[in-house]
């Protein structure tokens, strides 16, 4: 079954399983930028693990198959990041993504951030975010459609499993399962000195966009074995 998941001409989400409907946007990207024929097969999940078997057939989707129930793995993977310059954060969101990580948390600015919003257009952006983690979530075949949350300040992320990525950090992989990453100028020695825990991600040093995703492989190769 993994394979007609991964073999299938497109993958969506839809809002049941048991009788898939495609939304607007995803009908014309199958039918106008794929340009499915008809017969071409179709995963659809709802995003919360179930997944059919479906045949592409004049614009809609028929269930070829049965209904596939996957388990959700823990622990669940978190990364945190800082908005970054650009649209490097949108290449992050889409990376960790296809990557594997489960939950996405967009930092408020900390001391170091370049990138600051006007309050007016956080729906806009965070709109836009998750829009990026679904569209890379269909791509990568995945059956959990991962979570984008935030803003988020850094005070609040804490806990148990969580780590700033931070030359020099000592902390285990097996203790981390929520990765923090700083702006572009990287955390102050304030926030520093605050972490809950420190983890290194290597001897070079890393644009932010690169640690988060170098970060994100590793918390997946680690726990998803």
Same mark, same amino acid.
């Given at each position: ?65 049965? #209904? ?37 948390? /967009? ?14 257009? /956080?729906?806009? #952006? ?16 995945? /059956? ?12 609040? /992320? ?55 995703? #170098? ?11």
């Amino acid at each position: 079954m993994i394979d007609a998941l991964r073999n299938s001409s497109a993958h969506v989400f839809v809002d049941s399983v048991q009788s898939p409907v495609l939304n607007d946007e995803d009908a014309h990207h199958l039918s106008r930028v794929l340009r499915l024929r008809d017969g071409e097969s179709v995963s659809c999940s709802d995003g919360q693990g179930s997944w059919v078997s479906c045949t592409w057939n004049s614009g809609e989707v028929e269930i070829s198959g049965d #209904v596939v129930v996957v388990q959700p793995m823990h622990p669940l993977l978190t990364v945190a990041i800082a908005p970054l310059k650009g649209d490097r954060t949108d290449l992050v969101i889409e990376k960790v993504v296809e990557i594997g990580i489960d939950h996405i948390i /967009v930092l408020s600015p900390v001391e170091h951030s370049v990138v600051r919003w006007a309050s007016n257009k /956080v729906p806009q #952006v965070m709109d836009r975010y998750a829009r990026i983690a679904r569209a890379a979530a269909m791509q990568s075949r995945r /059956v959990f459609l991962p979570a984008v949350s935030g803003p988020v300040s850094l005070a609040n /992320v804490t806990g148990q499993g969580v780590a700033f990525a931070e030359p020099g950090g000592t902390a285990s992989p097996d203790a981390v399962t929520t990765l923090v990453i700083g702006p572009e100028g990287g955390f102050s020695p304030t926030e520093v000195a605050g972490a809950p825990a420190l983890i290194d991600l290597g001897p070079s040093i890393l644009r932010a966009e690169t640690a988060a995703i #170098v970060g994100a492989a590793r918390m997946v190769a680690h726990w998803r074995r």
